[in-house]
């Protein structure tokens, strides 16, 4: 159990560390986020290929890529909104950031805990 809670926070971080790469497209005019974008949708669709060409079942990289992803879009849309906009919608942006957290906590623990469950 405790090997699953320190690969769950190793997971977490990991996608912190991606989200933060894109948010940091706030103050460097927004190159980090798109090639951020490009390479996680580059991956992702390298990875879904070679899920689906191995007869795996797509759901084992869908049930944490949803959340996962949905996080980073939100990451790149407060980016490309840019601070000015948030600067007069505050709470929105709380909101966003707040959400999006929830997204990354949820897509880490699913990578953990039930996409393993599928490779059995």
Same mark, same amino acid.
Do not use: C, W
């Given at each position: 159990?405790e090997? %699953?809670? =320190? $690969?769950?926070i190793? $997971?977490l971080l990991?996608n912190?560390?991606?989200? %933060?790469i894109?948010?940091?497209g706030?103050f460097?005019?927004? =190159?980090?986020?798109? +090639?951020?974008?490009?390479s ?5 669709g390298?990875?879904y290929?070679g899920?689906r060409?191995h007869?795996?079942?797509? +759901?084992?990289i /869908? /049930? ?6 949905s ?11 840019? %601070?000015?906009?948030?600067r ?12 999006s *957290? ?8 699913? *990578? ?9």
């Open positions: 159990m090997r %699953l809670i =320190i $690969l769950d190793y $997971l990991h912190q560390t991606i989200y %933060l894109i948010l940091s706030i460097l005019f927004k =190159i980090p986020t798109i +090639i951020s974008l490009i996680n949708g580059l991956s992702f390298f990875y290929a899920i060409s007869g795996i079942s797509s +759901i084992t /869908l /049930l944490h890529a949803i959340p996962g992803l996080a980073v879009f939100i990451g790149a849309l407060i980016v490309f909104k840019g %601070l000015m906009y948030y007069n919608n505050k709470v929105q942006f709380v909101k966003a950031i707040f959400f *957290e929830f997204l990354l906590l949820m897509a880490a623990a699913l *990578e953990n805990y039930i996409t393993p469950n599928y490779f059995k």
